[in-house]
Protein backbone atom coordinates (compact mmCIF):
# COMPACT_ATOMS: atom_id res chain seq x y z
CA UNK A 1 0.00 0.00 0.00
CA UNK A 2 1.34 3.67 -1.30
CA UNK A 3 1.94 5.75 1.80
CA UNK A 4 0.32 9.06 1.75
CA UNK A 5 2.34 11.48 3.16
CA UNK A 6 1.21 14.11 5.65
CA UNK A 7 -0.60 17.53 3.96
CA UNK A 8 2.10 19.75 5.32
CA UNK A 9 5.36 17.44 4.31
CA UNK A 10 3.80 17.88 0.78
CA UNK A 11 3.04 21.83 1.19
CA UNK A 12 6.68 22.13 2.57
CA UNK A 13 7.75 21.27 -0.46
CA UNK A 14 7.00 24.42 -2.52
CA UNK A 15 10.01 26.45 -1.17
CA UNK A 16 12.00 23.92 -3.70
CA UNK A 17 9.72 24.98 -6.75
CA UNK A 18 10.04 28.49 -6.87
CA UNK A 19 12.54 31.01 -8.39
CA UNK A 20 16.29 29.41 -8.06
CA UNK A 21 16.78 33.00 -6.03
CA UNK A 22 14.49 32.02 -3.23
CA UNK A 23 14.11 28.47 -3.80
CA UNK A 24 15.86 25.89 -0.76
CA UNK A 25 16.90 22.63 -1.23
CA UNK A 26 14.18 19.69 -0.73
CA UNK A 27 13.80 18.09 2.65
CA UNK A 28 17.04 15.60 3.44
CA UNK A 29 13.84 13.16 3.82
CA UNK A 30 13.17 13.56 0.22
CA UNK A 31 16.44 11.67 -0.23
CA UNK A 32 16.72 8.73 2.86
CA UNK A 33 13.11 7.96 3.79
CA UNK A 34 11.42 4.72 3.39
CA UNK A 35 8.11 6.51 3.27
CA UNK A 36 8.95 9.05 0.76
CA UNK A 37 10.86 6.42 -1.76
CA UNK A 38 7.17 4.41 -1.32
CA UNK A 39 5.54 8.02 -2.21
CA UNK A 40 7.64 8.58 -5.02
CA UNK A 41 6.80 5.43 -6.80
CA UNK A 42 3.54 6.15 -6.96
CA UNK A 43 4.47 9.88 -7.84
CA UNK A 44 7.28 9.19 -10.22
CA UNK A 45 7.48 5.78 -11.41
CA UNK A 46 4.42 3.96 -11.88
CA UNK A 47 3.49 7.07 -14.02
CA UNK A 48 6.40 8.75 -15.57
CA UNK A 49 7.73 6.86 -18.85
CA UNK A 50 11.35 4.95 -17.98
CA UNK A 51 14.54 4.14 -20.09
CA UNK A 52 15.29 0.70 -19.49
CA UNK A 53 17.52 0.37 -22.50
CA UNK A 54 18.74 1.10 -26.28
CA UNK A 55 16.97 -0.86 -29.06
CA UNK A 56 19.93 -1.55 -30.87
CA UNK A 57 20.60 -3.97 -27.89
CA UNK A 58 17.54 -6.38 -29.36
CA UNK A 59 18.19 -6.21 -33.24
CA UNK A 60 16.52 -9.11 -34.49
CA UNK A 61 13.24 -10.78 -33.50
CA UNK A 62 13.01 -12.89 -30.43
CA UNK A 63 16.08 -10.44 -28.82
CA UNK A 64 14.85 -9.68 -25.61
CA UNK A 65 16.49 -8.39 -22.20
CA UNK A 66 15.51 -8.14 -18.69
CA UNK A 67 15.99 -5.13 -16.21
CA UNK A 68 14.42 -4.26 -13.23
CA UNK A 69 12.98 -0.48 -12.14
CA UNK A 70 11.98 -0.08 -8.20
CA UNK A 71 12.27 -3.74 -8.00
CA UNK A 72 9.62 -4.37 -10.59
CA UNK A 73 11.55 -7.01 -13.01
CA UNK A 74 10.89 -6.31 -16.73
CA UNK A 75 11.35 -7.82 -20.11
CA UNK A 76 11.69 -6.15 -22.99
CA UNK A 77 11.53 -8.23 -26.26
CA UNK A 78 11.10 -7.92 -30.35
CA UNK A 79 8.33 -10.05 -30.87
CA UNK A 80 7.97 -11.99 -34.20
CA UNK A 81 6.45 -8.58 -35.72
CA UNK A 82 9.03 -6.94 -35.35
CA UNK A 83 8.10 -4.81 -32.71
CA UNK A 84 9.43 -3.73 -29.19
CA UNK A 85 7.12 -5.01 -26.35
CA UNK A 86 7.63 -4.56 -22.45
CA UNK A 87 6.26 -7.15 -19.88
CA UNK A 88 6.34 -7.62 -15.84
CA UNK A 89 8.75 -11.11 -15.69
CA UNK A 90 6.37 -12.00 -12.98
CA UNK A 91 5.08 -15.38 -13.80
CA UNK A 92 1.23 -14.94 -13.19
CA UNK A 93 1.06 -18.62 -11.40
CA UNK A 94 3.41 -18.37 -8.20
CA UNK A 95 5.55 -15.54 -9.28
CA UNK A 96 8.66 -16.83 -10.04
CA UNK A 97 10.49 -14.80 -13.00
CA UNK A 98 9.64 -16.32 -16.33
CA UNK A 99 13.04 -14.74 -17.58
CA UNK A 100 16.96 -13.05 -16.49
CA UNK A 101 19.83 -11.62 -18.70
CA UNK A 102 19.36 -11.33 -22.30
CA UNK A 103 19.40 -13.70 -25.29
CA UNK A 104 17.43 -15.14 -28.20
CA UNK A 105 13.74 -17.17 -27.55
CA UNK A 106 10.66 -18.05 -29.11
CA UNK A 107 9.07 -17.04 -25.58
CA UNK A 108 9.50 -17.58 -22.26
CA UNK A 109 8.94 -20.84 -20.14
CA UNK A 110 8.97 -20.32 -16.40
CA UNK A 111 10.79 -22.68 -14.56
CA UNK A 112 9.09 -23.59 -12.10
CA UNK A 113 5.89 -25.21 -13.22
CA UNK A 114 6.27 -24.48 -17.25
CA UNK A 115 3.79 -21.73 -17.59
CA UNK A 116 4.66 -20.46 -21.07
CA UNK A 117 4.48 -17.27 -22.55
CA UNK A 118 4.86 -15.87 -26.15
CA UNK A 119 7.19 -13.21 -26.62
CA UNK A 120 4.24 -10.32 -26.21
CA UNK A 121 3.56 -12.21 -23.08
CA UNK A 122 0.23 -14.06 -23.53
CA UNK A 123 -0.15 -17.07 -21.83
CA UNK A 124 0.36 -19.99 -24.28
CA UNK A 125 0.42 -23.27 -22.32
CA UNK A 126 -0.24 -24.14 -18.37
CA UNK A 127 0.34 -27.74 -18.43
CA UNK A 128 -2.34 -30.00 -15.90
CA UNK A 129 -4.67 -26.95 -15.44
CA UNK A 130 -7.42 -29.01 -17.44
CA UNK A 131 -9.60 -29.61 -13.92
CA UNK A 132 -9.16 -25.70 -12.22
CA UNK A 133 -12.58 -23.73 -12.76
CA UNK A 134 -12.84 -21.08 -14.72
CA UNK A 135 -9.33 -20.79 -15.52
CA UNK A 136 -8.67 -18.46 -18.38
CA UNK A 137 -5.38 -18.47 -20.49
CA UNK A 138 -6.25 -15.19 -22.24
CA UNK A 139 -6.43 -13.39 -18.30
CA UNK A 140 -2.60 -14.87 -17.14
CA UNK A 141 -0.40 -13.14 -19.38
CA UNK A 142 2.48 -11.07 -18.38
CA UNK A 143 1.29 -7.78 -17.98
CA UNK A 144 2.02 -5.46 -20.46
CA UNK A 145 3.28 -2.15 -20.54
CA UNK A 146 3.57 0.90 -22.89
CA UNK A 147 6.60 0.93 -24.66
CA UNK A 148 7.63 4.22 -26.48
CA UNK A 149 11.36 4.63 -28.82
CA UNK A 150 12.64 8.04 -28.45
CA UNK A 151 16.30 8.81 -30.08
CA UNK A 152 16.87 4.93 -29.86
CA UNK A 153 16.23 4.87 -26.28
CA UNK A 154 13.29 2.23 -25.15
CA UNK A 155 10.94 4.02 -22.18
CA UNK A 156 8.32 1.74 -20.91
CA UNK A 157 5.56 2.69 -19.05
CA UNK A 158 4.13 0.57 -16.54
CA UNK A 159 0.71 2.67 -16.88
CA UNK A 160 -0.55 1.43 -19.62
CA UNK A 161 -2.69 4.61 -20.59
CA UNK A 162 0.12 7.63 -20.18
CA UNK A 163 0.23 10.48 -22.77
CA UNK A 164 2.82 9.96 -25.27
CA UNK A 165 6.11 10.95 -24.62
CA UNK A 166 8.00 12.77 -27.63
CA UNK A 167 5.37 15.65 -27.73
CA UNK A 168 6.55 16.44 -23.98
CA UNK A 169 10.31 16.60 -25.13
CA UNK A 170 10.13 18.41 -28.21
CA UNK A 171 12.45 21.30 -26.61
CA UNK A 172 15.18 18.89 -25.97
CA UNK A 173 14.79 16.90 -29.08
CA UNK A 174 15.36 20.06 -31.34
CA UNK A 175 18.28 21.24 -28.80
CA UNK A 176 19.87 17.60 -29.80
CA UNK A 177 19.04 16.87 -32.66
CA UNK A 178 22.40 17.38 -34.32
CA UNK A 179 23.43 14.27 -32.91
CA UNK A 180 20.56 11.64 -34.39
CA UNK A 181 21.18 9.75 -31.57
CA UNK A 182 18.77 7.07 -33.17
CA UNK A 183 21.51 6.33 -35.67
CA UNK A 184 24.40 6.55 -32.87
CA UNK A 185 26.50 3.13 -31.87
CA UNK A 186 27.76 1.83 -29.11
CA UNK A 187 28.13 -0.97 -26.76
CA UNK A 188 25.91 -2.43 -24.55
CA UNK A 189 26.86 -0.82 -21.09
CA UNK A 190 29.34 -2.74 -18.42
CA UNK A 191 26.64 -4.46 -15.75
CA UNK A 192 24.86 -1.83 -13.55
CA UNK A 193 27.24 -0.46 -10.90
CA UNK A 194 25.31 -0.26 -7.14
CA UNK A 195 25.55 2.51 -5.56
CA UNK A 196 24.46 3.57 -2.01
CA UNK A 197 23.02 7.06 -2.40
CA UNK A 198 19.58 7.89 -3.66
CA UNK A 199 19.07 8.49 -7.30
CA UNK A 200 18.09 12.03 -6.55
CA UNK A 201 21.50 12.65 -5.58
CA UNK A 202 23.12 11.07 -8.58
CA UNK A 203 20.88 12.64 -10.95
CA UNK A 204 21.74 16.18 -9.29
CA UNK A 205 25.00 15.40 -9.42
CA UNK A 206 25.30 15.16 -13.26
CA UNK A 207 22.93 18.09 -13.86
CA UNK A 208 25.30 20.30 -11.25
CA UNK A 209 27.17 23.10 -13.32
CA UNK A 210 27.96 25.06 -9.88
CA UNK A 211 31.03 22.31 -9.09
CA UNK A 212 32.54 21.70 -12.15
CA UNK A 213 35.19 24.36 -11.80
CA UNK A 214 35.57 23.63 -7.92
CA UNK A 215 35.26 19.96 -7.25
CA UNK A 216 37.00 19.02 -10.87
CA UNK A 217 39.51 22.41 -10.94
CA UNK A 218 42.00 21.09 -12.99
CA UNK A 219 43.13 20.62 -16.85
CA UNK A 220 40.49 17.75 -17.22
CA UNK A 221 37.82 19.98 -16.86
CA UNK A 222 39.00 24.01 -16.59
CA UNK A 223 37.77 24.64 -20.40
CA UNK A 224 33.63 23.44 -18.82
CA UNK A 225 33.64 26.63 -16.67
CA UNK A 226 30.88 27.10 -14.01
CA UNK A 227 30.82 30.64 -15.41
CA UNK A 228 29.37 29.64 -18.67
CA UNK A 229 26.40 27.57 -17.44
CA UNK A 230 23.23 28.23 -19.34
CA UNK A 231 19.60 26.70 -18.44
CA UNK A 232 17.17 26.72 -21.10
CA UNK A 233 13.64 26.91 -19.38
CA UNK A 234 11.66 24.70 -19.04
CA UNK A 235 8.00 24.13 -17.69
CA UNK A 236 6.89 21.52 -14.98
CA UNK A 237 4.56 19.72 -17.42
CA UNK A 238 7.31 19.02 -20.10
CA UNK A 239 9.01 15.57 -19.66
CA UNK A 240 12.50 17.14 -19.60
CA UNK A 241 14.76 19.35 -19.70
CA UNK A 242 18.23 20.97 -20.79
CA UNK A 243 21.59 21.99 -19.72
CA UNK A 244 24.14 23.67 -21.40
CA UNK A 245 27.78 24.69 -20.57
CA UNK A 246 29.93 26.70 -22.75
CA UNK A 247 33.40 25.23 -23.38
CA UNK A 248 36.41 27.53 -23.57
CA UNK A 249 37.32 25.80 -27.42
CA UNK A 250 35.17 24.03 -29.62
CA UNK A 251 35.12 20.56 -29.98
CA UNK A 252 36.24 20.17 -26.18
CA UNK A 253 35.91 16.65 -24.79
CA UNK A 254 37.17 14.53 -21.56
CA UNK A 255 40.83 13.66 -22.01
CA UNK A 256 44.07 15.02 -21.71
CA UNK A 257 44.41 17.35 -25.30
CA UNK A 258 40.81 18.71 -24.24
CA UNK A 259 39.74 17.76 -27.47
CA UNK A 260 37.69 15.51 -29.73
CA UNK A 261 39.81 12.57 -30.22
CA UNK A 262 37.16 10.25 -32.02
CA UNK A 263 35.38 11.26 -35.01
CA UNK A 264 32.61 14.17 -34.30
CA UNK A 265 28.82 13.37 -34.55
CA UNK A 266 28.48 14.41 -38.34
CA UNK A 267 25.08 16.34 -38.03
CA UNK A 268 26.39 19.43 -35.25
CA UNK A 269 25.88 22.82 -35.53
CA UNK A 270 28.76 25.33 -34.51
CA UNK A 271 26.26 25.84 -31.54
CA UNK A 272 26.40 22.45 -30.62
CA UNK A 273 30.23 22.05 -30.63
CA UNK A 274 31.07 25.36 -29.04
CA UNK A 275 28.88 23.99 -25.79
CA UNK A 276 28.43 20.53 -23.76
CA UNK A 277 24.92 19.54 -23.79
CA UNK A 278 23.38 17.95 -20.70
CA UNK A 279 19.95 16.16 -21.70
CA UNK A 280 17.76 14.90 -19.09
CA UNK A 281 15.07 12.43 -19.04
CA UNK A 282 13.35 12.19 -15.30
CA UNK A 283 13.42 10.03 -13.81
CA UNK A 284 15.94 7.47 -15.36
CA UNK A 285 17.75 8.98 -18.64
CA UNK A 286 20.63 11.84 -18.24
CA UNK A 287 22.72 12.51 -21.26
CA UNK A 288 26.24 14.19 -21.04
CA UNK A 289 27.02 15.13 -25.14
CA UNK A 290 29.65 16.02 -26.85
CA UNK A 291 31.08 16.38 -30.04
CA UNK A 292 32.55 13.22 -30.48
CA UNK A 293 31.03 11.12 -27.15
CA UNK A 294 27.92 10.56 -25.65
CA UNK A 295 27.49 9.17 -22.30
CA UNK A 296 24.22 7.98 -21.31
CA UNK A 297 23.10 7.59 -17.60
CA UNK A 298 19.74 5.28 -16.59
CA UNK A 299 19.00 5.25 -13.05
CA UNK A 300 17.21 2.80 -11.51
CA UNK A 301 16.59 2.89 -8.02
CA UNK A 302 16.13 -0.17 -5.61
CA UNK A 303 15.72 1.43 -2.48
CA UNK A 304 15.32 5.17 -0.54
CA UNK A 305 18.88 5.14 -0.85
CA UNK A 306 20.47 2.93 -3.63
CA UNK A 307 20.37 2.64 -6.89
CA UNK A 308 21.71 0.80 -9.76
CA UNK A 309 23.45 2.83 -12.42
CA UNK A 310 24.24 1.52 -16.29
CA UNK A 311 26.68 3.80 -18.25
CA UNK A 312 26.74 3.28 -21.82
CA UNK A 313 28.45 5.80 -24.56
CA UNK A 314 27.32 6.56 -27.95
CA UNK A 315 29.19 7.28 -31.04
CA UNK A 316 29.05 8.68 -34.47
CA UNK A 317 27.77 6.26 -37.00
CA UNK A 318 30.90 4.12 -38.25
CA UNK A 319 33.08 6.29 -35.10
CA UNK A 320 33.97 2.62 -33.88
CA UNK A 321 35.80 1.58 -36.77
CA UNK A 322 37.74 4.43 -37.34
CA UNK A 323 41.40 3.37 -37.06
CA UNK A 324 42.78 3.30 -33.38
CA UNK A 325 39.10 3.77 -31.72
CA UNK A 326 40.04 1.76 -28.66
CA UNK A 327 43.40 3.72 -27.69
CA UNK A 328 41.75 6.76 -28.61
CA UNK A 329 38.35 5.86 -26.34
CA UNK A 330 40.83 4.80 -23.81
CA UNK A 331 42.02 8.65 -23.31
CA UNK A 332 38.37 9.42 -22.97
CA UNK A 333 38.10 6.63 -20.50
CA UNK A 334 40.96 7.45 -18.49
CA UNK A 335 39.56 11.35 -17.83
CA UNK A 336 36.13 10.72 -17.18
CA UNK A 337 36.89 7.95 -14.78
CA UNK A 338 38.77 10.83 -12.72
CA UNK A 339 36.15 12.90 -13.06
CA UNK A 340 33.40 10.49 -12.37
CA UNK A 341 35.93 9.12 -8.93
CA UNK A 342 35.79 12.57 -7.80
CA UNK A 343 31.50 13.27 -8.08
CA UNK A 344 31.45 9.64 -6.62
CA UNK A 345 33.48 10.58 -3.46
CA UNK A 346 31.02 13.66 -2.77
CA UNK A 347 27.71 11.53 -3.94
CA UNK A 348 28.45 9.21 -0.85
CA UNK A 349 29.56 11.79 1.35
CA UNK A 350 26.00 13.96 0.58
CA UNK A 351 24.26 10.92 1.79
CA UNK A 352 25.88 10.65 4.68
CA UNK A 353 25.09 14.19 5.33
CA UNK A 354 21.47 13.84 4.24
CA UNK A 355 20.83 11.18 6.95
CA UNK A 356 22.19 13.98 9.82
CA UNK A 357 19.65 16.05 11.98
CA UNK A 358 21.80 19.24 10.70
CA UNK A 359 21.43 18.27 7.31
CA UNK A 360 19.91 21.58 5.55
CA UNK A 361 17.36 22.98 3.22
CA UNK A 362 20.50 24.82 1.87
CA UNK A 363 20.24 27.94 -0.54
CA UNK A 364 21.23 27.87 -4.54
CA UNK A 365 23.86 29.78 -6.56
CA UNK A 366 22.42 30.83 -10.05
CA UNK A 367 24.98 28.03 -11.52
CA UNK A 368 22.57 25.79 -9.81
CA UNK A 369 19.86 26.25 -12.37
CA UNK A 370 19.20 22.81 -13.10
CA UNK A 371 18.75 22.02 -9.90
CA UNK A 372 15.70 24.50 -9.72
CA UNK A 373 14.38 22.91 -12.90
CA UNK A 374 14.65 19.55 -11.39
CA UNK A 375 12.63 20.34 -8.55
CA UNK A 376 9.97 22.12 -10.29
CA UNK A 377 9.39 18.99 -12.26
CA UNK A 378 9.54 16.56 -9.48
CA UNK A 379 6.80 18.90 -6.74
CA UNK A 380 4.47 19.36 -10.03
CA UNK A 381 4.52 15.58 -9.76
CA UNK A 382 4.79 15.21 -5.89
CA UNK A 383 1.86 17.13 -5.20
CA UNK A 384 -0.39 15.67 -8.37
CA UNK A 385 0.23 12.31 -6.58
CA UNK A 386 -0.71 13.45 -3.10
CA UNK A 387 -4.22 14.65 -4.21
CA UNK A 388 -4.24 11.37 -6.29
CA UNK A 389 -3.87 9.32 -3.79
CA UNK A 390 -6.29 11.27 -1.12
CA UNK A 391 -9.16 11.21 -3.79
CA UNK A 392 -8.25 7.20 -3.90
CA UNK A 393 -8.44 7.46 0.10
CA UNK A 394 -11.82 9.67 0.14
CA UNK A 395 -9.84 12.11 1.48
CA UNK A 396 -10.85 15.94 -0.18
S1 LIG B 1 5.37 -19.89 -10.92
FE1 LIG B 1 5.57 -19.89 -13.06
S2 LIG B 1 4.68 -21.73 -13.67
FE2 LIG B 1 4.39 -21.71 -11.53
FE1 LIG C 1 30.95 16.26 -11.54
Known amino acids: MPARLSDSFIESLSSSAVDLAEAVTLPPACYTSRDFYEFEKEALYYAEWLC???????PERGDYFTTRII??????ARNQAGEIKAMSAVCQHRAMLVAEGSG???????PYHHWSYSLDGALVGAPAMNKTCDFDRKANGLPAFAVEVWNGFVFINFDKHAAPLAPRLAKVAEAIAGYDLASAEGPRPEPAAKL?????????NNNDGYHASRLHQGPLHDFVPSGRAEFPPSEPEDAG???????????????????AVLPVFPGLTDADRSRMTFANVPPSLSLVMMSDMVIYLILRPDGPESHELETGFLFAPGAMRAPNFDNLLDMNIAASGKIIAQDMHVDALVQEGLRSRFAPRG???WQEGAQGQFNKW??????????RLGAQDGIA
Not at 52 to 58: L, N, P, V
Not at 71 to 76: D, H, Q
Not at 104 to 110: H, M, Q, T, V, Y
Open 363 to 365: RYS
Open 104 to 110: NARGFLC
Open 52 to 58: AGRESWI
Open 241 to 259: FLRFNGTLHPDASFNATQR
Open 378 to 387: LVHRYRAAHQ
Open 71 to 76: GEPIIV
Open 196 to 204: PWNWKVMFE
